[in-house]
């Protein structure tokens, strides 16, 4: 299906948001829309990678196994978030959604030309490199540094964030997009210990869980600096 750039939901906030009308028309058309279903590889460790895309809605996880087969999630991409190595001949890590998952996809030669006639593009994507960088070095500290009470509290105020509809606040309710145990892969927590500090945030007032999934923020200020 084409793209339909008029109508993107993440219009003003993917790279592309850089662009003029006429240069996100002219991108626009060398893609084409793709869904994937919760579950779906979008791409295979391994893969020639000849693609690259950016989410419009759902969620996706990247990830590496190890020689056990033992998988770790390295990151989340949210909607606008831009998936593809662009200077590696092959996928390095595993791209699955994790929820019913829509993207603009692209031949990456194309890509890579729009690239070289769109400095402005050039700079976005630059600009996301950048914050990739500094993200996974906190990760780093946070794997390091802090204890589960604290990454926990810092997955959430990133998803809350990612739920919003307004980049000035987080939502104050969402859904939880993974499993309790894609929550213990991401954070390097076991499945109890996830458990366990779900349970000790909604007795100490930081959230209430409304469904199975359901989080609703209830204390914002403390869930913040509990993140760090």
């Known amino acids: 299906m084409k793209l339909d750039c008029d109508n993107c939901p993440v219009r003003d906030s993917a790279a592309c948001a850089s662009l003029s009308d006429v240069e996100r028309a002219e991108l626009g058309r060398l893609g084409t829309h793709k869904s994937f279903a919760r579950g779906e590889t979008v791409f295979h460790a391994g893969d020639d990678n000849d693609i690259c895309a950016t989410l419009n809605s759902g969620l996706l996880k990247i990830s590496s196994s190890d020689a056990e087969g033992k998988e770790r999630i ?26 019913d998952s829509r993207l603009c ?31 996974a070095r906190n990760r780093i500290a946070l794997d390091t540094q802090k204890g589960a009470a604290e990454k926990l509290a810092n997955l959430l105020v990133g998803l809350a964030k990612a739920a919003s509809n307004s980049p000035c606040h987080a939502a104050h309710e969402f859904e939880l997009p993974m499993t309790r145990g894609e929550i213990a892969g991401l954070l390097g927590l076991t499945i109890e210990t996830v458990s366990r500090q779900f349970g000790k945030m909604e007795k100490e007032g930081l959230i209430t869980r409304t469904s199975t999934r359901g989080i609703r923020v209830t204390d914002a200020a403390r869930l913040t600096a509990l993140a760090g």
């Open 74 to 99: 390295l990151s989340l991409v949210h909607p606008a978030g831009f998936v593809g190595e662009m200077f590696a001949p092959v996928a390095h890590h595993d791209v699955v959604a994790l929820a």
């Open 105 to 135: 996809v692209f031949s990456r030669s194309e890509y890579e030309a729009a690239v070289d006639r769109f400095p402005s593009l050039a700079r976005a994507l630059l600009r996301r490199s950048s914050e990739e960088l500094f993200e």
